[in-house]
């Protein structure tokens, strides 16, 4: 079996055995990326092969007791990550030669634990929008069809896997950024509950509390692996959390999935989406668990309500100061300054109502868990769409009202900063995958895993390649 047939959990076996050497490793995935990445685009920034080769042969001579957990494996780092002597450009030209000399905590962690960072996955601009684009480095092509998108904001991340250039990758999730790319590229990702995974320490760290960072790779067990590198608190974080040990292997028969499907009709989706997803949650019944679908429990107009101010207030106070310099703002993409805009726009009492929302939807959540251990919804309303689009501004014929609305199936999570493992659900009548998001109230990440996981070895859908890389190089 070849080394790009294995799962990174037993790669890492290998690596520790001494039966393959990280040099053997990274040149393998040089020659990998060479011959694939050129057709979609999913990693920027790759260092050259003599530093990387020589990174590899420095793993190689550390004595296996004091290896990490990721030692000798090669990993892309998503380009909103700071990475030491790496250009890291966050997809905008205002930081297009930008190479920093400190990493930020995760990719720290990532070297810390062994891992040879050999360059970054590609973004949109600054991470907005569930289309990998930027006028740095290009669109990144999704690996099924690479007229069409691989989604984002962690778009070059999941093509990377998909197309088996990496074995794991990181991502980040502000409103489906782990979850979009991760169901388009038949892959699997998990959203932890936030706090598990402790933002960069940094900044304003109290107030906007949307995004986190997770695991991505194609299979649960290489979740959990990536997971327990990423995930503990760090003491100049607040509201961290640990995460609480638990086999990833269970027996999941009798757990209680809710079906959400498309909130009562009030998101507009694709055909054959709902189909495609609801085929997915049989392989759940067949398991054991019992499936049901669910009325909506919340308005949805007023989860819109409250995610669009926070997201705003937040992008505003990220983003802010770009717009307020004549020499930077020209250089922000409009759906940046639409935002920012907007955030100052809003006024303390609609952040106090946009929260008061949060609150009682994380309330509803919380009681929804006691009957449920999962609940369940697409991961996207559309299918990947043609590249060269920006965002798609009708979905089932109903008109989008901003550049991210096609994704207001993902806010749910987002809100609540609850965990969603995302699962395969299988391919369209074009052949492009979709994917199904389980969720939990906020600590229940290892259940949704231990889901994830017995689906995983029931189903094997990762194992269905992209026709054009379906074979070794």
Not at 6 to 19: H, K, P, T
Not at 162 to 183: E, H, I, T, V, Y
């Amino acid at each position: 079996m070849g080394i790009f047939a294995l799962e990174a959990g037993a790669l890492l076996a290998a690596l520790r055995g001494g039966e393959v050497s990280a040099a053997a490793v990274m040149a393998a995935t040089l020659d990998r990326i060479a011959a694939r990445n050129p057709a979609i685009n999913a990693i920027v920034s790759l260092l050259d092969r003599d530093t990387l080769m020589a990174a590899a042969a420095r793993a190689d001579a550390v004595p296996v007791a004091d290896r990490g957990a990721l030692h000798g494996l090669p990993m892309a780092v998503k380009d909103l990550v700071a990475t030491a002597g790496i250009r890291s450009t966050m997809g905008s030209p205002l930081y297009a030669d930008h190479i920093p000399d400190r990493d930020d905590l995760l990719a720290a962690r990532l070297r810390g634990a062994g891992a040879i960072l050999i360059g970054k996955t590609n973004v949109p601009e600054f991470g907005l929008g569930s289309q990998s684009f930027n006028p740095v480095f290009g669109a990144t092509r999704n690996p099924y069809d690479p007229t069409r998108t691989a989604g984002g904001s962690s778009g070059g991340a999941a093509a990377a896997l998909a197309a088996g250039m990496l074995w794991l990758a990181d991502g980040s999730d502000m409103m489906g950024s782990l979850r979009n790319p991760a169901g388009w590229n038949n892959a699997y990702s998990l959203r932890p509950s936030w706090g598990v995974v402790p933002a960069e320490p940094s900044g304003e760290m109290f107030l906007h509390a949307l995004s986190t960072d997770g695991p991505m790779a194609r299979c649960p067990a290489d979740l959990a692996l990536l997971l327990g590198v990423l995930a503990g608190p760090d003491p100049r974080m607040p509201h961290t959390r640990p995460l609480p040990p638990a086999p990833l292997a269970a027996d999941v028969t009798g757990r209680r999935i809710g079906w959400l499907a498309d909130w009562g009709g009030a998101w507009p989706m694709e055909d054959g989406i709902l189909e495609t997803c609801a085929a997915a949650l049989e392989s759940f019944a067949a398991l054991g668990c019992t499936v049901e679908e669910l009325a909506p429990p919340f308005s949805h107009d007023a989860l819109w309500e409250s995610w669009t101010v926070l997201r705003q207030f937040a992008v505003a106070g990220r983003l802010g100061a770009a717009d307020d310099d004549p020499a930077t703002r020209g250089a922000l993409k409009p759906e940046a300054i639409w935002e920012i805009e907007a955030g100052r726009r809003l006024s303390a009492a609609d952040i106090q109502s946009a929260s008061l929302i949060r609150s009682d939807w994380y309330r509803c959540l919380a009681g929804l868990a006691e009957r449920h251990d999962a609940l369940a919804l697409p991961t996207a309303q559309v299918w990947p769409f043609d590249i060269d689009t920006r965002w798609p501004d009708r979905v089932a014929g109903v008109a989008m009202d901003t550049y991210h609305r096609w994704m207001e199936v993902v806010i749910p999570v987002s809100l609540a900063g609850a965990p969603a493992v995302t699962v395969p659900a299988g391919f369209g009548a074009a052949g492009l995958p979709i994917g199904l998001q389980l969720f939990a109230s906020r600590g229940g990440d290892m259940g949704l895993l231990q889901l994830a996981e017995a689906y995983h070895r029931a189903t094997g859908w990762p194992q269905r390649r992209p026709p054009a890389f379906a074979s070794a190089p």
